[in-house]
């Protein structure tokens, strides 16, 4: 957040597409830095809904597994999309 707000306080003008990318990677540091906060809250979520039904949580690993495994796979992607555009 800093250094985006150093780069808006810079009284130079640079061009609309430096803008324009430099606006695309800020969102796609956004989103890489919130996915895994995100994914994981899923099986918190699950957890906390199943005791308080009273569900035996049995699966809980393969929940644990199916959606933290390809975290690592989607945050690359993500930073690989971002690469793609450019």
């Given at each position: 957040?800093?250094?985006?707000?150093?780069?808006?306080?810079?009284?130079?003008?640079?061009?609309?597409?430096t803008a324009n990318m430099q606006r695309r990677f800020f969102r796609t540091q956004i989103a890489?830095?919130?996915l895994p906060i995100v994914l994981s809250s899923i099986p918190?979520?699950?957890?906390?809904?199943?005791?308080?039904?009273?569900k035996d949580m049995t699966s809980l690993p393969f929940l644990l597994g199916f959606i933290?495994?390809?975290?690592?796979?989607?945050?690359?992607?993500l930073l690989l999309a971002f690469v793609w555009k450019t």
């Open positions: 957040y800093k250094i985006r707000a150093e780069l808006l306080s810079i009284t130079t003008k640079y061009s609309t597409k890489q830095m919130l918190i979520g699950v957890v906390c809904v199943a005791s308080f039904i009273g933290l495994w390809p975290l690592p796979a989607i945050s690359a992607l």
